[in-house]
């Protein structure tokens, strides 16, 4: 269940953080970067079924989207997108809630996975989706090769045109490991229909999205 915890915040603590705050972003904006110039790590096709990875928002809500359209025969909750190994959900360091989405390509396109991961979020939401904020619940998008950073790239090109002043804010890195989160977070929408978080965050959020792609929605 996720937690929302307000502290209060001491005069004093509150400006050191915010004497911190600069050397902070920058630490992160030269990891990132870093990461950036990693090569990719290719997934290998099994039994006809392509690999995906995309990070947005709770694992709950992104899993519940793919797991709606038609092609993708599973989608898998877990964390990418940092260094830390063997993340846990208590701490997985700088590691993003992701979703590892396992589809058939014959019957849905990388491209079209990419789609659903733009409509089914708020594109220009930095850190977060919703309610659930910060650099666990930041928005990745990631490439195994350079035929789908190009088609990545030309979408958030395509996009951008759009939004005026507003940019896409998700980042776009290169996959390297992703790890599966414990086995009481697989499935959680459709395990825990009666979760508060889940029916007002999960749920309006997956039938925002089903009224966007009719077409791409399993029968």
């Not at 307000?6 to 004497?19: F, V």
Request: with cysteine.
């Amino acid at each position: 269940m996720k937690k929302y915890i307000i502290l209060p915040l001491l005069a004093l603590t509150l400006a050191l953080s915010q004497a911190c705050k600069p050397s902070n972003e920058k630490n992160r904006t030269e990891e990132a970067l870093a990461q950036q110039q990693l090569t990719p790590v290719q997934t290998e096709m099994q039994n006809g079924l392509k690999r995906a990875y995309f990070a947005s928002g709770c694992f709950w809500c992104v899993e519940a989207v793919y797991e709606s359209v038609k092609g993708v025969k599973e989608a898998i909750s877990g964390y990418s997108g940092g260094k830390m190994k063997n993340p846990t959900y208590e701490n997985h360091g700088d590691n993003a809630e992701s979703v590892e989405v396992i589809y058939d390509p014959e019957l849905v396109s990388f491209s079209q996975l990419v789609d659903v991961y733009f409509g089914s979020q708020n594109v220009t939401q930095v850190n977060g989706q919703g309610p659930d904020r910060g650099e666990s619940y930041r928005s990745i998008i990631f490439y195994q090769n350079l035929e789908e950073k190009k088609i990545i790239d030309e979408k958030i090109a395509a996009l951008n045109e759009t939004l005026g002043n507003e940019k896409v804010a998700a980042q776009v890195m290169p996959f390297q490991k992703f790890w599966d989160a414990e086995n009481y977070h697989q499935d959680y929408e459709k395990n825990h229909p009666e979760n508060p978080y889940i029916q007002n965050v999960s749920i309006p959020r997956i039938e925002r999205f089903k009224k966007k792609f009719p077409e791409l929605l399993k029968e």
